[in-house]
């Protein structure tokens, strides 16, 4: 399959060097969230985004921009078509996992897992999966989502934390990095029963590493545990960001036409705006039920002083 999708992770001195670029070839420059700068020129599009930075090139064109512009000129290394050379162990069994929601006021907290090997893994490669960050589209995220479930060979787990229990939860855990280590744990250890030849997991890096050890130890799972910043490089990690995402949406979708207020990602004023409408239409209790109620978010809807000891939300 031609290649419509690539990303990769740039110093800030190759992505310069890459706006360069886009103006000598006559890019059209495009205002687009989160990024440095984006380019647009026939059915090319190029987005450097402010986070890594990373670029991101989508489109027909893609494969040919990457391999006689982006690496030559600005990576100055082939690397299109040499994955299994450049991040062999990305192409070995082991479990990805990461999560969604863990910084929205509104809707579940969800942590996804997926397994893969080399073949699931250049069969996602192929369907042009991303970290869902990078994906704006709830539609996009839904049809990856059913690609990435379509794949032969591939294991996935979710578990999804509603409100109402998140919030019931919380006071145990005290504190999100161990809620989260515990939803990682229960997502391996529900992996772990569908490949139980798998020797590794894989997950972004956390605070307290040894959290998540823990937590795997708990639940008697005994697999190697790596944790990596930016784990969302690999291709697993990428497919999980997806599937919890999805998950999440589909949620926060659902939730807002049964409701009849829309319920607005992140934490922002239109947040706290929308959690004084489903007070005014259901009551204060109806607030625990669709948000995280330790966010500094809900004090302020319900006109309160911020608590102390609370998460930053």
């Known amino acids: ?47 450097v985004y402010q986070k890594g930075p990373k670029v991101l090139v989508q489109g027909k064109e893609t ?26 162990d990305m192409f070995e ?11 929205d ?10 397994y893969t090997d080399a073949s699931i893994a250049r069969a996602l490669m192929e369907l042009g999966i991303m970290d869902s960050k990078r994906i704006s ?12 479930r379509s794949v032969p060979g591939i294991a996935s787990s979710i578990v999804a934390i509603g409100p109402e229990r998140y919030n019931e939860l919380f ?8 809620m989260l280590a515990w939803g990682h744990a229960r997502v391996i250890a529900n992996l772990a029963r569908e490949r139980p030849d798998c020797p590794r997991t894989l997950s972004d890096q956390f605070a307290q590493p040894e959290l998540l050890a823990r937590a795997l130890k708990k639940e008697h799972v005994t697999i190697e545990l790596e944790q990596r910043t930016k784990g969302e490089s690999d291709i697993a990690v990428a497919a999980a960001s997806i599937l919890a995402r999805e998950r999440f949406v589909d ?13 607005p990602l992140g ?43 609370t998460e930053s939300a």
Do not use: C
């Not at 589209?137 to 990435?148: D, T």
């Not at 949620?251 to 319920?263: C, H």
């Open 171 to 178: 006071p145990k855990f005290r504190n999100l990095n161990r």
């Open 63 to 88: 494969e040919d921009f990457v391999k006689f512009t982006l690496e030559p000129e600005v990576i100055g290394e082939a690397r299109l078509g040499y994955e299994e050379v450049h991040q062999p």
């Open 105 to 114: 006021f509104f809707g579940p907290l969800v942590i996804a897992g997926v």
């Open 137 to 148: 589209s709830a539609k996009r995220i839904r049809e990856l989502s059913a690609k990435i």
């Open 1 to 47: 399959m031609p290649v419509t999708s690539h990303t990769v992770v740039l110093t800030p001195d190759q992505a310069e060097k890459l706006r360069a670029i886009l103006e000598r070839d006559h890019f059209e420059f495009i205002e687009k969230p989160y990024t440095l700068f984006a380019g647009k020129k026939g059915k090319l599009n190029v987005s």
């Open 267 to 309: 934490a922002s004023d239109a947040v706290i705006e929308a959690g004084k409408q489903v007070i005014e239409r259901h009551g204060p209790a109806a607030l625990g039920k669709v948000g995280k109620l330790h966010f500094r978010t809900s004090s302020r809807i319900l006109g309160h002083p911020d608590p102390d000891g």
């Open 93 to 103: 069994p082991h479990f990805g996992i990461d999560e969604s929601g863990k910084g």
């Open 251 to 263: 949620w926060i979708d659902k939730t807002s036409a049964a409701g009849g207020v829309i319920l």
